[in-house]
């Protein structure tokens, strides 16, 4: 059961969920008085836990306390390995292992909370794999959609340039260029880094493979958003065009760039952008799922909004960073 919650500094708080008998951490931020909206559950990526989504350095860039602002309960989950869980699974879940666990301490949470309209997944790198993985098994609870950054579905890299010794990877490649953050935003990074569990690392190099069968098997509207610096993930036009056509029943299916920002988007100064434009995509969600007659899906044949398709600048060098891989 849903375990008993402690304020953190910004007003968001720390419960721990039943993932059919793992403990998981989360952080919880919920609208001043009234039922929400819905329910943003938010999946951090590799090398992060939660606190990824409630920026400390600067609280208006946080999805927490935004998403509660705008009448939605925001709930960042700390993945299998992370921070409650981590004593317990040193090495952490494989990423088949780790979607059975999210979708347990949903059913836990959606048990003991009211949801308002429904969930709406917001991912960012591996959690971005996590959550497309729980999205494509049908057993998962009610899903309004999923928005996803930093994570696509061929990487820019070579496979052994991928993280997968326990090194924090190239750093160069998570942050992309200084001044794409806020002042202290790496003071304050150090209560968020964590290691990246063994079997996480593992499975880095699989995940074009399993892109390909988990992609169709979505059922609910999907953005996916690249920084302009994203540095791990290939998304030139063609990638981007591939990406999108593995998505066949998605209804609705939108890929797009994130201006002025780095891999770790939600930690720098785009965060606020990104966040409002995902939880736009949450209001389109929801108009759907009130003006669309129930009928059999009809996907788009092409992404929508359009995809703006900009080249990005290589990234520039940068000082040494809070150690993170790519997802």
């Known amino acids: 059961m849903t375990g008993p919650a402690h304020e953190s500094p910004h007003g968001a708080r720390r419960i721990t969920l039943d993932a059919a008998g793992l403990p998981l951490s989360a952080l919880l931020s919920e609208p001043p008085g009234g039922s929400p909206r819905a329910v943003v559950v938010a999946v951090h990526g590799g090398g992060m836990n939660a606190g990824y989504f409630d920026c400390r350095a600067h609280p208006q860039q946080s999805l927490l306390t935004l998403g509660a602002s705008l009448g939605h309960t925001v709930l960042a989950v700390d993945r299998p390995g992370y921070r409650h869980s981590a004593a317990r699974l040193p090495e952490g879940q494989g990423l088949a292992e780790q979607a059975l666990s999210l979708r347990a301490a949903l059913r836990d949470f959606t048990s003991r909370h009211d949801t308002g309209a429904g969930l709406f997944l917001l991912a960012h790198s591996y959690g971005g794999k996590v959550a497309l993985t729980a999205a494509a098994d049908p057993g998962s609870p009610h899903l309004l959609g999923i ?112 201006p002025g920002a780095g891999h770790n988007i939600s930690l720098g100064r785009a965060a606020r952008a990104y966040h409002l434009r995902a939880l736009a995509f949450l209001e389109d969600c929801l108009a759907a799922r009130e003006t669309t007659p129930a009928s059999p899906v009809v996907r788009e044949t092409t992404p929508a909004p359009p995809v703006v398709r900009e080249t990005a600048p290589a990234p520039q060098a940068v000082h040494p960073l809070p150690s993170t891989v790519a997802s």
């Not at 996803?148 to 942050?175: D, F």
């Not at 499975?203 to 994203?230: G, K, N, Q």
């Open 147 to 258: 928005d996803i950054s930093g994570c696509g579905h061929l990487y820019a890299v070579e496979p052994h340039e991928l993280p997968t010794a326990h090194n924090g990877g190239q750093l160069r490649r998570s942050w992309g260029p200084l001044r794409l953050y806020p002042s202290g935003t790496f003071r304050e990074s150090g209560s968020i880094v964590e290691p990246v569990p063994a079997l996480e690392r593992a499975e880095l190099a699989r995940w074009p493979l399993l892109f390909r069968s988990t992609a169709p098997r979505v059922r609910v509207p999907v953005r996916l958003t690249f920084a302009e610096h994203e540095s791990w993930w290939r998304h030139d036009d063609e990638a981007l065009d591939d990406l999108a056509a593995h998505f066949t029943a998605a209804p609705r299916v939108s890929v797009e760039r994130q």
